[in-house]
């Protein structure tokens, strides 16, 4: 490190968009602190990896990442934060090279811990990693957007128990950032001509849980509606339990133009029995009948979903009731996972426990099937607005093509410019394929 150079600093991030909003929060805190990013290919003074924990894969691309950072900066100080750090700070502390282990409840102090380690390093690597049962909601702030599209950390933390999952155990107890805080961010990020923000965090749905309850709305609801009030043009949210599309929230979905007619909800299965095991708070007849009502509200709500196969106990007729469930629902985006054994949870000490290669066949069915369900739903699509356009953000433009969401998640990919990029467009589709939508612009919306 050069003593007269401002140090310089690389992040890479594994996991949920949580992660990535808090990756892209600390990034603007370093800069604040004197720190600048790295130039592409070049080594850098600070190294760091927000790790996942979420299944055993997600942990050991984070060894691999950690090793791989420490290969291609050898003099840096590296940095293992996150939840790897929560469930297996003995684990970490094993990998050569890693010289700060930083739990999820002091990335905000990163850059004093950074600034100490550049300091003096020590043989073994320190670790901050408090007490999340304990821990306040963290001071991170997105100040820097990089996208029109900007992600908001509004909650983190889980208050559910299911069978299968550590998430509880590495982010806590549910903790949400104050509404009037919430505001703030969003209004500074309006300011630096953020069009889309979308509401996210650990368990999106408990936001307010542990907050002083006030008379009327849901906290949750209540917080869509102030949010709409600073006139953001695109409001989303993050992956949500089936249990909050209750009428209320449904009603201030419908009600509120600017939140986006789409949602990514957390089902995990469409078998009650698989459900029930799981520790889940719904049945499949609950999820169906609530996803109607949602439908029935919204007709042109679109709808992604997160499924685990092979859990415990899963047989062939099982995993049917799975199959029949997406193929009844249709969701546009289907994210499967195999199941995944995770130490200390309920779920691993099952009996029922499915081979490895089942699992990943059913993953590779459900996935097919899905694809297939993606393709008539971009299809038809393509057909119902080419007279009547979509609202497109246009997010690249790479010779001549600009790509971007529509406010139904659909990528919408049309002829234009790199000044599109970070607008709001409408555009005429055309036709489906490989996964997106193909389109003609009408005019750039102001």
Known sequence: MNKNAAPTFV??????????????????????????????????????VNTCAVTAESERKSRQLLRRLRSENPDAVVVAAGCSAELSESGLSKIPGVDLICGNGAKDRIPDLVKEALRGRSAAPSAVVPDLSRAPYDGLVLTDPARARAYVKIEDGCGNKCAYCVIPRVRGPVRSKDEDAVLREI????????????????????????????????????????????????????????????????????????????????????????????????????????????????PDVTLSADVIAGFPGEDETLFSETVDFVRTVRFLHLHVFPYSERPGTEAAEMGGQVPVFVRKERVSRLTAIGNEIKA??????????????????????????????????????????????????????????????????????H
């Not at 890479?12 to 130039?39: D, H, I, K, M």
């Not at 607008?423 to 036709?431: P, S």
Request: glycine share 12%.
């Open 11 to 48: 992040i890479s991030t594994l996991g949920c968009r949580v992660n990535q909003y808090e990756s892209e929060a600390v990034a603007g805190l370093l800069t604040r602190e004197g720190f600048v990013p790295a130039a592409p290919g070049e080594p850098a003074d600070v190294a760091i």
């Open 187 to 298: 209004g500074g990020l309006l300011e630096k001509g953020v069009r889309e923000v979308i509401l996210t965090g650990i368990e999106t749905g408990s936001y307010g849980e542990d907050l002083p309850r006030r008379a009327g709305e849901r906290p949750l609801v209540s917080l869509l509606r102030r949010v709409a009030s600073l006139g953001v043009p695109r409001i989303g949210l993050g992956s949500l339990d089936p249990t909050v599309l209750t009428p209320e929230f449904v009603g201030a979905v419908r009600e509120t133009p600017a939140i986006l007619p789409h949602f990514h909800i957390s089902v995990q299965s469409g078998s009650s029995e698989i459900l029930r095991r799981m520790r889940r708070r719904y049945s499949a007849d609950m999820l169906a009948d609530l996803i109607g009502g949602l439908r029935a509200a919204v």
């Open 376 to 445: 008539e739903i971009l299809a038809r699509y393509a057909e119902e607005h080419a007279a009547v356009p979509v609202r497109v953000l246009a997010e690249k433009c790479s010779r001549g093509t600009v790509s971007g969401h529509s406010e139904h998640w659909i990528e919408v990919l049309f002829p234009g410019t790199p000044s599109d990029a970070g607008g709001e467009i409408e555009v005429y589709t055309r036709e489906a394929g490989n996964g997106s939508v193909t389109g003609k612009k009408k005019e750039l919306l």
